[in-house]
């Protein structure tokens, strides 16, 4: 905070406030690195005095780069500190003052940007040499990705130290990705650099049921950095271009945007248009294209649940799930099939021996932030024969033997009794080594014919024919307000890396699952243990 500070205020030159405060912790550093005990004024002066005639752009190091840097810093401290110390002066002193600027920007350059405003305080020399903005140029760029042309820059009368100060570090604690507050949909915001902007992009689901369309996403707010100004945020919801809108930094990790102009958001039209012009970007289609009364119900409602925000939300961050070579396939996210809800994302990550599929949006059955399926790679299911592959019986009852031998084996564990059953080592034997068999040996490429069996329904009917292998796995269902949740059993089918399928026994339904193939900044998770958090995190806020 207090590093944040001092950094909100280096501003255009105020004079040396060397001369209107005591040393601050950053000139006390300096000082302890200095062997002599001279006052801190002389050493400046001598600083100054020996920078003077290298200062220009040919100084000695730059001309003959082989010179001894050593030597030449003797002279010079014995030089300047002629008059004010007297001859009984050691005489080889190493002052970081002495170096010429070219150097100090060098090693400036190198620090993080939150340090140079410690620096700026030391002298007028430092505080000088920090006006020159490769430096911070060089923080924008390596700090946050930032590299804004200069011409542009220029242009728009702003300098890099604006642009590191005003906008970035102010603004550091949105960056990310995000999922916002909002009942039981969610959503995702990615919230990134782009120039002299910070951008919360929103990315929504391609059109139902076209899980391997890439993501479509809008802007929901800017900030932006203008010459001399402060930065201004700008909500960019509606149709009717930016307006006056506001970020809130609250607690950690948490976020919210508010709009001044609501009135942008409206249509001439009304509400209708406004329904219209949402249909039509959200799933492509007129309320009479879908015939289904259900599905228009729950459409109605998300319009009128969602729309009453008026971009007035509040942001929860998320990360990408950590990745490990061992894995099955690539962590991330997907895009699925949800029936009459539409397509929804959710987060694949991987917990040991087993792997979770983490609603990013969710419904009003299951909300987002809810684990929607869990796929057990302890139990690999092998398909029926080809002739029986149609047959749902056959499949059923794979499966729901599966099913009862995960259960048996967890009673056992929960018991945890002395003397386990004798079903315990003939029924974890087998299932378990070849589920690690399987997994470890994945044929890549290598695929068995797959189809539907008959009476299961997929929105989707562009499935894959081929997959890798199956597990077993459940499902998260419940009724309408996430009433009277229950996990039930079903098939995770492993198409490629990009591709799978979870088949809802119970429901006789089949949800295909797409990666989504953007890419998004600063999201990864600092460590495995802050990605393991967050999940429980948004999991209990939806519960
Ligand atoms: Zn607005």
């Not at 959503?187 to 993501?215: E, K, R, S, T």
């Amino acid at each position: 905070m207090a590093v944040c500070a001092r950094l909100c205020g280096v501003g255009p030159a105020r004079g040396c406030r060397r001369r209107q405060q005591r040393r601050g912790p950053a000139e006390a550093a300096v000082a302890d690195s200095e062997p002599d005990t001279d006052p801190e004024e002389e050493r400046i002066e001598a600083g100054a005095a020996s920078a003077g005639p290298g200062a220009g752009p040919g100084a000695g190091a730059d001309t003959d780069p082989d010179a001894d840097p050593g030597a030449e810093r003797v002279e010079a401290g014995a030089a300047s500190a002629g008059p004010g110390v007297g001859p009984a002066a050691p005489p080889a002193r190493c002052s970081l003052l002495e170096l010429p600027p070219e150097l100090l920007v060098e090693i400036f350059a190198s620090l993080p940007g939150t340090d140079l405003p410690s620096l700026a305080q030391v002298c007028t020399k430092f505080r000088r040499i920090l006006h020159t903005d490769t430096i911070w140029r060089r923080r924008c760029r390596e700090e946050y990705g930032a590299c804004e042309s200069p011409r542009r820059l220029e242009s728009a009368g702003v300098s890099c130290r604006d642009v590191y100060t005003q906008l970035l570090h102010r603004y550091r604690h949105i960056l990310g990705l995000w999922q916002p507050d909002i009942g039981p949909y969610g959503g995702l915001l990615n919230v990134v650099v782009d120039g002299l902007f910070i951008i919360g992009w929103m990315y929504l689901p391609p059109h139902d049921p076209h899980v391997d369309d890439p993501m479509r996403f809008k802007p929901l707010f800017r900030i932006h950095l203008m010459e001399r100004r402060s930065a201004t945020v700008e909500c960019m919801y509606g149709h009717k271009g930016p307006h006056n809108g506001h970020v809130q930094i609250g607690k950690k990790d948490e976020f919210s945007t508010k709009c001044n102009q609501t009135d942008h958001h409206r249509m001439s039209g009304g509400r209708q248009e406004e329904f219209r012009t949402w249909l039509k970007e959200e799933w492509g289609r007129t309320l009479e294209d879908i015939f289904h009364e259900h599905m228009q119900e729950l459409i109605l409602m998300k319009f009128i649940y969602t729309s009453q925000y008026d971009n007035c939300l509040t942001y929860r961050r998320i990360y990408l799930p950590p990745s490990h070579p061992d894995d099955l396939i690539k962590p991330g996210l997907f895009k699925g099939t949800y029936g009459s809800h539409g397509l929804e994302l959710v987060m694949v990550s991987f917990h040991g021996q087993y792997a979770r599929g983490t609603k990013i949006t969710g419904d009003p059955n299951i909300p987002a932030g809810q684990q929607t399926v869990e796929i057990d790679l302890r139990h690999r299911i092998q398909l029926p024969d080809a002739e029986n592959l149609c047959n749902f019986n056959e499949l059923s009852r794979i499966v729901l033997e599966v099913h009862e031998q995960v259960r048996r084996e967890q009673q056992q564990e929960a018991g945890d009794s002395p003397a386990p059953p004798r079903e315990q080592p003939a029924t974890r034997g087998p299932g378990g080594a070849a589920a690690q068999d399987g997994a470890a040996s994945a044929p890549a490429g290598q695929g068995q014919p797959f189809v539907l069996p008959v009476g299961v329904s997929s929105r989707n009917e562009k499935y894959p024919r081929t997959c890798r292998m199956c597990f077993y796995g459940t499902g998260l269902i419940a009724g309408h307000g996430f009433t009277s949740p229950e996990r039930t059993p079903g098939v995770f089918v492993l198409f490629d890396e990009n591709r799978f399928g979870f088949l809802w026994l119970e429901l006789k339904s089949f949800s295909l699952y797409s990666r989504v193939q953007a890419t998004f900044r600063n999201a990864d998770a600092p460590s495995p243990q802050a990605f393991e958090e967050m999940l429980k995190n948004i999991q209990s806020l939806s519960s």
